[in-house]
C-alpha cells in the first residue's frame, strides 16, 4: 500500500476528484428560487461572496495556491453527471430544482506540498433566507448518503475510472454522513469514499463535502484527502473562519 504518491497523477486525480464534486453540486442547487436578479444585483452579490472566501493566509505554513477566485451564474450541476437524473429521482426532485442559477464566489484551490489535501471553497447567495433553509434541508437529508452511494454505482463510477487512467480501477464508492467532530455548529455534510487501484499501488481518497449556512448564504467547502483523513482540526478551522466571515 503506497502513501507517498497519487495513483495516475495529480492531474488524473483533479478530473475524477472534479466528477465527484459534480456529482456534490446537483445536492447543492436543488432548492427552488424565485426570479432572476438584475445582472447589477447579481453582481453585487458575487462580490458580496468573494469577501467570505477563504485566503492563503488562513492555512498553515507550507500550503500553496493555485489559481484564483472566479464567479459565476451558471446552473446547477445535474446534466454534468452520469447518473444525475438518478440522483435527482432517488432524492425526489425536479429538474428545474436541481438547475437552479445561484450567484457563487469560487477561491483557488489550496493544497499541501505532495498535492495529498486539497481544500476549495465556494459561497453560494440565495434569494432569502426561506431557501436557503430549503437548500440545508436539501443537503442534510437522510436520504443523501444512500441515493448518492447508489449513483455512484452506475456511468459516474465508470467515467472516474476513465478519468484515472488506463489500468487503473475504482472499487466501490460509498457515502456517509460526516463525522460531527468535523463539523462546527450550523454546518453539515457527507463524505465520499472513492478507493482507486493505479499500477499496483491502492489508496482511498476521501472527499469531505461541509455546507456552512447563515442568513441566505452557504460556504460549501471541498476537502479532499489521499490515504489518511483530512486533518479533523483544520476542517474545523476553516470552517470557523468561513462562518465568521459570513
Not at 33 to 38: F, L, M, R, V
Not at 118 to 136: D, H, L, M, W
Not at 146 to 175: D, H, L, R, W, Y
Amino acid at each position: 500500500m503506497g502513501t507517498g504518491s497519487v495513483p495516475g497523477g495529480s492531474g488524473r486525480r483533479m478530473a475524477w476528484v472534479a466528477l465527484v464534486v459534480c456529482g456534490a453540486a446537483v445536492l447543492a442547487s436543488a432548492v427552488p428560487a424565485g426570479a432572476s436578479g438584475t445582472s447589477a444585483k447579481v453582481k453585487t452579490q458575487e462580490a458580496q461572496a468573494k469577501q467570505t472566501l477563504i485566503v492563503h493566509s488562513d492555512f498553515p505554513s507550507g500550503w500553496s495556491v493555485q489559481g484564483s477566485v472566479t464567479t459565476s451564474d451558471s446552473t446547477g450541476g445535474s446534466a454534468n453527471f452520469p447518473g444525475g437524473d438518478q440522483l435527482i429521482g432517488c432524492l425526489g426532485l425536479s429538474h428545474y430544482l436541481a438547475n437552479l442559477a445561484t450567484p457563487t464566489a469560487n477561491s483557488p484551490t489550496f493544497s499541501t506540498k505532495q498535492g495529498l489535501d486539497t481544500v476549495q471553497e465556494s459561497v453560494n447567495i440565495f434569494p432569502s433566507t426561506k431557501v436557503a433553509g430549503e437548500a440545508r434541508a436539501v443537503i442534510s437529508s437522510s436520504k443523501v448518503p444512500g441515493c448518492m452511494t447508489t449513483a455512484f454505482q452506475g456511468p459516474a463510477k465508470q467515467s472516474i475510472a476513465n478519468s484515472a487512467g488506463q489500468g487503473a480501477s475504482v472499487g466501490t464508492i460509498t457515502v456517509a454522513v460526516a463525522n460531527p467532530a468535523q463539523l462546527i455548529p450550523h454546518a453539515s455534510g457527507f463524505t465520499i469514499s472513492v478507493p482507486i487501484t493505479d499500477h499496483r499501488v491502492s489508496l482511498n481518497t476521501h472527499v469531505d463535502i461541509v455546507s456552512i449556512f447563515k442568513g441566505s448564504s452557504d460556504n460549501q467547502f471541498v476537502f479532499t484527502s489521499v490515504g489518511q483523513a483530512f486533518p479533523t482540526s483544520l476542517e474545523r478551522h476553516l470552517e470557523s473562519v468561513a462562518y465568521g466571515r459570513t
